[in-house]
């Protein structure tokens, strides 16, 4: 059982593609622990397995060998079922493409974690459009994503990462999408309605500007993690 | 989820359209061509139908269909009579014979002559006379649809409409006047041609001289006789064939589908709308799946089973299935309705509205099983990928 004051701890986490001819390592016996409450991000050059690794502790790949225990769980031993659930309670996505239904609305696109977890359409909407509040959105809750900016879009995203109340966001590349000031704008806002001490965040970025976010910087080269770095004090 | 799903079906409204108008056309070829198809197949029997009193039709045994004539000796007549089980036996002419018209064309004619004394077989429906005018002399009765058009009397316009034939208006059969003496309704029959009532006597005068000229005899079985077992024994009694009513009709449609093309025609018909409509309907319903991949990713990742997703695609498919069969059988009931009064063969049983469903369901089921099988092997590790 994981300690209570880590969010993910990951031992000798190996994960190979097989590419036709030959096998690319993806993830070379990674060591990675994220307390709780801690904002880490994963950086690295393109290939190196950020991408990879957070879609291990995410739940959505699974790990060749090694043990990943994700909030006291190990995800590699859960039924496909379990799993199912466990990722539709406990983890909230943010996607640099944003990954919005351009079909349905923003409360709608924020009341989808809800639904998955069985709350009623009403009721879930309700919830969404007091989340879309704190995030500022609260006038644009009908708004399709068609007619809403880059910075409002990811604003809807991280609401819909919100909903559920997860105690694990995942965030893929959150600011790359958008300006600076719209960026910066977004980790504050991430910063001050994600994170506090029961829930923790995992972002992989490229975009150096966010840095400053940050807890701790998980450098990552070549499927390894090369060096994590405090960057207060 | 199913409003989700239904939002994304209907996100791309020209996709959706599509969709819809492929399972529109689907449908409303599975079901148009087929109605004209029983429609055509059940007047090559309406001759049949429409003589409702006997039981029993009697011929010789060679017919293969209800025009196919092979004229019995009038002694045939009197040998049924005497078989046990029968109620009576009246005979009947049936033939072609041509008609003189007022403007000295001709126009063959289904004339049908009657037993004198009965009447026994006269057309079901009379809109003007009745049929004991046919004891008038030289009476015949025209069936309506002949009336108006092929017995018509030419239109003084040149190009117009012919004036159709009135009770009273003479016309000249095999050389013989006849005089009209009352118009009836006839459910038409597989050649069109006008039908012709009068007395068994005065066909016989009509037609060309020839020592047979008894087409059928029909018969009346006695109370609570087995028609099978009366079959039996006209049968062997006589040599000749008996057939009930059900088996005759049956008889004439399985000649027509047999030694025809139009099954195969019709068929054609129906089998390319089903691989059209299926194609349209098919392919553009898996594309717009491909298109929403990445959203069916988001939510398999967010959490949500391929048991859901599976039920999201096939909500999609019945719904766009349950909108265009609906619009496809409602044109073809439009299309039916629309024709109702013209020369169009046009029959909607209901039986028709559960082959077309079955083929827009396997349309349905072919384009949701292409998508569902993309979805269920979707690995949702794709939203990360930018």
């Keep these: ?123 879930a909407e309700r919830k969404a459009i007091s989340v879309l509040e704190q995030v500022g959105l609260g006038a644009r809750v009908k708004a399709l994503s068609s007619e809403l900016s880059g910075g409002q879009q990811q604003r809807v995203a991280i609401a819909r990462a919100l909903v559920h109340s997860p105690r694990l966001i995942v965030c893929d590349e959150p600011t790359s999408s958008l300006d600076h000031e719209t960026g910066h704008n977004v980790m504050t806002l991430l910063k001050d309605v994600a994170l506090y001490k029961d829930r923790t965040l995992v972002i992989v970025t490229h975009d150096a500007r966010i840095f400053d976010f940050a807890d701790r910087i998980a450098e990552m080269d070549d499927g390894h993690i090369v060096k994590v770095k405090g960057t207060k004090g | 989820m199913n409003h989700i799903a239904l939002k994304m079906l209907m996100g791309d409204r020209g996709k959706y359209l599509g969709i819809v108008m492929g399972l529109t056309f689907a449908s409303l070829i599975m079901t148009q061509q087929p109605a004209i198809f029983l429609g055509l197949m059940s007047r090559s029997y309406s001759f049949i139908s429409d003589v409702g009193l006997p039981d029993i039709w009697v011929m010789d045994s060679k017919v293969q269909f209800v025009d196919d004539i092979k004229p019995l000796q009038d002694t045939e007549l009197y040998r049924v009579r005497g078989i046990s089980g029968v109620e009576w036996a009246m005979p009947m002419y049936k033939g072609l014979l041509k008609a003189r018209l007022v403007d000295g064309t001709f126009q063959t004619c289904n004339v049908v002559g009657l037993d004198d004394a009965t009447l026994i077989g006269g057309p079901p429906v009379m809109l003007e006379g009745t049929v004991e005018d046919l004891r008038r002399s030289d009476g015949v009765i025209v069936d309506i649809d002949g009336a108006r058009d092929k017995l018509g009397k030419p239109s003084p316009i040149p190009g117009g409409k012919p004036i159709p034939l009135k009770v009273g208006d003479s016309l000249e059969l095999n050389d013989h006047r006849a005089i009209v003496v009352g118009i009836a309704k006839v459910t038409r029959t597989f050649q069109s041609q006008p039908v012709v009532y009068t007395t068994y006597s005065r066909a016989k005068s009509y037609a060309p001289k020839e020592r047979k000229l008894l087409s059928f005899v029909l018969v009346k079985a006695k109370p609570g006789q087995d028609f099978g077992e009366l079959t039996r024994r006209i049968r062997a009694t006589t040599g000749l064939a008996a057939y009930t009513r059900e088996e005759f009709m049956s008889l004439t449609y399985e000649y027509f589908m047999h030694n025809t093309g139009i099954p195969i025609n019709f068929g054609i018909s129906v089998l390319l709308g089903f691989i059209v409509g299926a194609a349209i309907a098919g392919q553009t319903f898996y594309n717009s799946t491909l298109e929403n991949l990445r959203q069916f990713g988001v939510l398999k990742a967010m959490g949500t089973s391929n048991w859901i997703l599976l039920r999201m695609i096939l909500l999609q498919a019945v719904l766009v299935g349950t909108i265009g069969y609906g619009l496809g059988v409602g044109l073809t009931a439009l299309f039916g309705y629309s024709m109702r009064h013209s020369i169009l063969a046009f029959k909607f049983p209901w039986q028709l509205l559960l082959f077309s469903g079955a083929g827009v369901s396997l349309i349905c089921i072919f384009a949701a099983l292409l998508s569902i099988i993309k979805v269920i092997r979707l690995e949702p590790a794709i939203v990360f990928k930018g």
């Design chain 1, 1 to 123: 059982m994981n300690s209570p004051s880590l969010a993910v701890r990951c031992q000798n986490v190996i994960k190979t593609y097989d590419t036709g001819d030959q096998k690319v390592t993806a993830l070379n016996s990674v060591n990675l622990e994220i307390a709780t409450g801690e904002l880490m991000m994963l950086v690295g050059p393109s290939g190196c397995g950020k991408t990879t690794l957070i879609s291990v502790i995410a739940g959505i790949l699974d790990q060749d060998s090694g043990h990943c225990e994700v909030l006291g769980e190990d995800l590699l031993s859960m039924s496909n079922q379990h799993k199912l659930n466990f990722r539709a309670r406990n983890i909230g996505f943010v996607f640099q493409a944003f990954n919005l239904l351009p079909s349905l609305n923003a409360a709608e696109n924020v009341s989808i974690p809800l639904i998955i977890n069985g709350i009623k359409r009403a009721e």
